[in-house]
């Protein structure tokens, strides 16, 4: 067998060159570094960039360890070296250090969407605490904590998955956590909810497009690459019957940990793990904590006055809680209080809440129902407008909710402001009195759709300034609940307004998944024929579906708004539908056929805005037609109305354009001087989509300053991106150039 092969030599001098230009050595400092690990001296080094093959296996590992780990190389370019080196275990050497498993290092960022915690203080439960803990080190892939209403099932599950995250020490480590709960709206988690919360949450929203079974697979390989902790709480109310399948069999190394109040012979192969009451000591620091909270510690002189109620209680958190409150309030004597308990038996929380809901003022009693419209959480102000309560009513109401612990409040940050949510014992309780209160409840579903109308309505002329979405995060599931809830209730021309504002959003968010809300829309404009509003709604999902490069299904819709634009003489409506046909044909690559639509949309339009964004895409057309001066005169018209108008989005493309440009005229100053504001903008404004694509631009750059290290680094942050959104297109240009990066590296 020879001992030599060009292949490694090549190799070994892209790991050494790409190591020197990351840590901005030289490359004979990098080899003086690297024998002396060994034991050599750095004229070995040269002899094997020749080509010739190290005789000790000890030299190939420690090179291939510099490589990955100093020289950021990937796992495949690690099998090709190995490969050449002739190395006797690459299998276990590339494991080592390229894991695809559990032994994966943990990502520099931790993906998690724990939610804040609605108690003030968690009262340690240490057995509980330490068997979930034990469950999670066993082979079964769900653990199961079973137990009734209001025990604390999902405190503990909170506390025990925070742990598991920052706590990696001491605790079973997991790289990830993802949080889905059923409390807010019962029975509507599924497989399909649960892998779009799991996408979302690992930062992969592209993957909530594709279709279930192929969203199913690429969800899964997030779970094999990384630790997850999968947190799915109320399972009781799920009933989804492969959401229980799947969880089961989840991957590994990932686990999932389930509360329900219900155990079902089908959870034979998870780890169960009961929780009961409250043990003596638990539940006396709950009740400090409490009285302290309800300032009413000075009436309790000493601990036995309470063991009565402890008892009654079972040591139940919840029933605890409400039951301190009631004695604030009824102001009875607490043998009532404990006999009323007793004399409720099994229907504990019945009469608890009966109980409470006769010592709420009427703003109390709506504020509480009201709650029950919202998914997941809720603002002092989304609260007081939809139940129509205000100032010190409103105030007075909260208070006594809080008190009562019926409503749960929590706070992300002291940045943050506070926000309210249900348990959902309570949540059930409320919806119950909502069925007997008609009337009020239609009232305030019209408020409560009003209030999300006139949170979008106020961005609806401010959609440049991408900083202000931010105003929607916190409310986009409600928004979304809100939108669906008034097309489903036939409030149609209010529905089909909050449709059409929601749309950028949607777009720029990512959330694809809830483009369907466009679709909807349009059906209910069509039956009420409103044809403006029809195709633009249609319009909209169509842009949705190019940008996605779902062509086929783009066509389908584009050819009914050319069927229904027939039927109309609008100007505004001609302009939407050449716009779109316009985006149809440049993602088709028919681009002068996109270019002369582009330009009469420009005659057309009256907006600014738009005449800057269509003057952008006919450039943009321009050139990748080949057509780089007439391109470069167009852009730069286009960069200067943005600028002007303060445009920041036109004013993001228009320098990343003219950057590209620059770099085909290998103008590498002036491309990295476009490219370095173009990069700072979208990161600015969170702008994946631009950041990608400037990436792949930065590494064209890098290629013509011969930097690979820089170029592949480039390549590979644009390549997660690009994943991560769903660019099927951008991805697959992407590796094709990182391919011909690689290639030319070797040839060298």
């Given at each position: 067998?020879?001992?030599?092969?060009?292949?490694?030599?090549?190799?070994?001098?892209?790991?050494?060159?790409?190591?020197?230009t990351?840590?901005?050595?030289?490359?004979?400092?990098?080899?003086?570094?690297?024998?002396?690990?060994?034991?050599?001296?750095?004229?070995?080094?040269?002899?094997?960039?020749?080509?010739?093959?190290?005789p000790?296996p000890?030299?190939?590992?420690?090179?291939?360890?510099?490589s990955?780990?100093?020289?950021?190389?990937?796992?495949?370019?690690?099998?090709?070296?190995?490969?050449?080196?002739?190395?006797?275990?690459?299998?276990?050497?590339?494991?080592?250090?390229?894991?695809?498993g559990?032994?994966?290092p943990r990502?520099?960022?931790?993906?998690?969407?724990?939610p804040?915690?609605?108690?003030?203080?968690?009262?340690?439960?240490?057995?509980?605490?330490?068997?979930?803990?034990?469950?999670?080190q066993?082979?079964?892939?769900?653990?199961?904590?079973?137990?009734?209403?209001?025990?604390?099932?999902?405190?503990?599950?909170?506390?025990?998955?925070?742990?598991?995250?920052?706590?990696?020490?001491?605790?079973?480590?997991?790289?990830?956590?993802?949080?889905?709960?059923?409390?807010?709206?019962?029975?509507?988690?599924?497989?399909?909810?649960?892998?779009?919360?799991?996408?979302?949450t690992?930062?992969?929203?592209?993957?909530?497009?594709?279709?279930?079974?192929?969203?199913?697979?690429?969800?899964?390989?997030?779970?094999?690459r990384?630790?997850?902790?999968?947190?799915?709480?109320n399972?009781?109310?799920?009933?989804?019957?492969?959401?229980?399948?799947?969880?089961?069999?989840?991957?590994?190394?990932?686990?999932?940990?389930?509360t329900?109040?219900?155990?079902?012979?089908?959870?034979?192969?998870?780890w169960?793990?009961?929780?009961?009451?409250?043990?003596?000591?638990?539940?006396?620091?709950?009740?400090?904590?409490?009285l302290?909270?309800?300032?009413?510690e000075?009436?309790?002189?000493?601990r036995?006055q309470?063991?009565?109620l402890?008892?009654?209680?079972s040591?139940?958190?919840?029933?605890?809680?409400?039951?301190?409150?009631?004695?604030?309030?009824?102001?009875?004597?607490?043998?009532?209080?404990?006999?009323?308990l007793?004399?409720?038996?099994?229907?504990?929380f019945?009469d608890l809440?009966?109980?409470?809901?006769?010592?709420?003022?009427?703003?109390?009693?709506?504020?509480?129902?009201?709650?029950?419209?919202?998914?997941?959480?809720?603002?002092a102000?989304?609260?007081?407008?939809?139940?129509?309560?205000?100032?010190?009513?409103?105030?007075?109401?909260i208070?006594?909710?809080?008190?009562?612990?019926?409503?749960?409040?929590?706070?992300?940050?002291?940045?943050?402001?506070?926000?309210?949510?249900?348990?959902p014992?309570?949540?059930?309780?409320?919806?119950?009195h909502?069925?007997?209160?008609?009337?009020?409840?239609?009232?305030?579903?019209r408020?409560?759709?009003?209030?999300?109308?006139?949170l979008?309505?106020?961005?609806?002329?401010s959609?440049?300034?991408?900083?202000k979405?931010?105003?929607?995060?916190?409310?986009?599931?409600?928004?979304?609940?809100a939108?669906?809830?008034?097309?489903?209730?036939?409030?149609?021309s209010?529905?089909?307004?909050?449709t059409i504002?929601?749309?950028?959003?949607?777009?720029?968010?990512?959330?694809?998944?809830?483009?369907?809300?466009?679709?909807?829309?349009?059906?209910?404009?069509?039956?009420?024929?409103?044809?403006?509003?029809?195709?633009?709604?249609?319009?909209?999902?169509t842009?949705?579906?190019?940008?996605?490069n779902n062509?086929k299904?783009?066509?389908?819709?584009?050819?009914?708004?050319?069927?229904?634009?027939?039927?109309?003489?609008?100007?505004?409506?001609?302009?939407?539908?050449?716009?779109?046909q316009?985006?149809?044909?440049?993602?088709?690559?028919?681009?002068?056929?996109?270019?002369?639509?582009?330009?009469?949309?420009?005659?057309?339009?009256?907006?600014e805005?738009?005449?800057?964004?269509?003057?952008?895409?006919?450039?943009?057309?321009?050139?990748?037609?080949?057509?780089?001066?007439?391109?470069?005169?167009?852009?730069?018209?286009?960069?200067?109305?943005?600028?002007?108008?303060n445009?920041?989005?036109?004013?993001?493309?228009?320098?990343?354009?003219?950057?590209?440009?620059?770099?085909?005229?290998?103008?590498?100053?002036?491309?990295?001087?476009?490219?370095?504001?173009?990069?700072?903008?979208?990161?600015?404004?969170?702008?994946?989509?631009?950041?990608?694509?400037t990436?792949?631009?930065?590494?064209?750059?890098?290629g013509?300053?011969?930097?690979?290290?820089?170029?592949?680094?480039?390549?590979?942050?644009?390549l997660?991106?690009?994943?991560r959104?769903?660019m099927s297109?951008?991805?697959?240009?992407?590796?094709?150039?990182?391919?011909?990066?690689?290639?030319h590296?070797?040839?060298?």
């Amino acid at each position: 067998m020879s001992s030599r092969n060009e292949t490694f030599g090549r190799l070994l001098k892209i790991a050494i060159n790409s190591i020197a230009t990351y840590e901005g050595k030289t490359a004979p400092i990098i080899e003086e570094e690297l024998a002396e690990q060994v034991g050599l001296a750095g004229s070995a080094l040269q002899r094997y960039k020749s080509g010739y093959l190290p005789p000790e296996p000890r030299t190939i590992e420690v090179i291939a360890e510099a490589s990955i780990r100093r020289g950021l190389f990937s796992r495949e370019w690690l099998e090709r070296f190995l490969h050449a080196a002739r190395y006797p275990q690459t299998e276990r050497l590339v494991e080592q250090l390229c894991p695809l498993g559990p032994a994966r290092p943990r990502p520099p960022r931790v993906y998690e969407n724990l939610p804040a915690p609605t108690y003030s203080q968690f009262v340690m439960r240490e057995q509980a605490f330490a068997e979930v803990l034990d469950g999670l080190q066993q082979r079964s892939a769900a653990v199961l904590i079973v137990g009734m209403g209001g025990n604390g099932k999902t405190s503990l599950a909170r506390e025990v998955a925070a742990a598991c995250l920052h706590d990696a020490a001491t605790h079973p480590r997991c790289d990830a956590l993802v949080w889905v709960s059923d409390k807010d709206r019962p029975g509507t988690t599924n497989l399909s909810v649960v892998l779009d919360t799991i996408a979302r949450t690992l930062d992969y929203p592209g993957f909530t497009q594709f279709a279930h079974s192929e969203k199913q697979h690429e969800v899964e390989q997030l779970l094999r690459r990384q630790r997850v902790l999968l947190v799915v709480d109320n399972f009781e109310t799920i009933n989804d019957s492969a959401l229980l399948t799947w969880l089961l069999r989840l991957p590994e190394p990932s686990k999932a940990l389930i509360t329900t109040r219900e155990y079902r012979r089908e959870w034979r192969s998870s780890w169960p793990i009961e929780l009961r009451g409250m043990s003596e000591a638990e539940a006396w620091t709950l009740v400090e904590q409490r009285l302290r909270q309800l300032r009413i510690e000075q009436l309790v002189s000493a601990r036995q006055q309470l063991d009565p109620l402890l008892m009654a209680t079972s040591g139940n958190p919840k029933a605890i809680t409400m039951t301190l409150g009631l004695i604030k309030y009824e102001r009875r004597p607490l043998q009532e209080v404990v006999d009323d308990l007793y004399a409720a038996r099994g229907e504990l929380f019945d009469d608890l809440f009966a109980r409470a809901w006769a010592l709420l003022d009427e703003a109390a009693r709506r504020i509480l129902l009201v709650a029950t419209f919202f998914p997941t959480s809720a603002s002092a102000d989304a609260l007081s407008a939809s139940a129509d309560a205000h100032g010190f009513a409103f105030d007075r109401a909260i208070e006594r909710l809080v008190d009562l612990a019926l409503l749960d409040v929590y706070q992300s940050d002291l940045g943050s402001p506070v926000r309210y949510a249900l348990h959902p014992l309570v949540r059930a309780f409320a919806a119950g009195h909502s069925t007997s209160q008609s009337e009020f409840t239609v009232s305030a579903r019209r408020r409560w759709v009003d209030w999300h109308a006139k949170l979008i309505d106020g961005l609806r002329h401010s959609w440049q300034d991408l900083k202000k979405l931010q105003m929607l995060d916190a409310d986009h599931d409600s928004l979304f609940t809100a939108i669906d809830w008034a097309i489903a209730n036939h409030a149609t021309s209010q529905a089909i307004e909050m449709t059409i504002n929601i749309y950028f959003y949607l777009y720029i968010r990512g959330f694809w998944n809830q483009g369907i809300l466009l679709l909807h829309a349009a059906n209910v404009a069509h039956a009420f024929n409103d044809l403006e509003n029809e195709i633009t709604l249609l319009a909209y999902y169509t842009r949705i579906l190019c940008q996605q490069n779902n062509l086929k299904e783009a066509a389908r819709y584009l050819s009914r708004l050319e069927q229904l634009q027939q039927t109309v003489q609008d100007r505004i409506i001609e302009e939407r539908l050449k716009y779109t046909q316009a985006l149809f044909l440049m993602r088709s690559k028919n681009l002068r056929q996109a270019a002369e639509l582009w330009d009469r949309v420009v005659e057309m339009t009256t907006s600014e805005h738009r005449k800057v964004s269509s003057r952008q895409w006919q450039a943009t057309c321009l050139f990748l037609d080949g057509q780089i001066d007439a391109a470069e005169d167009l852009m730069r018209t286009a960069l200067q109305a943005a600028r002007e108008r303060n445009l920041e989005r036109g004013i993001m493309y228009g320098i990343y354009k003219l950057g590209a440009i620059s770099l085909i005229r290998h103008d590498t100053q002036q491309a990295s001087s476009l490219l370095e504001e173009s990069l700072m903008r979208a990161r600015e404004l969170g702008d994946r989509r631009n950041i990608g694509n400037t990436l792949v631009l930065y590494a064209k750059l890098h290629g013509l300053r011969n930097n690979p290290a820089a170029a592949q680094a480039a390549l590979s942050e644009a390549l997660d991106l690009f994943e991560r959104m769903g660019m099927s297109l951008e991805l697959a240009e992407a590796r094709e150039a990182l391919r011909e990066l690689q290639d030319h590296a070797l040839k060298q």
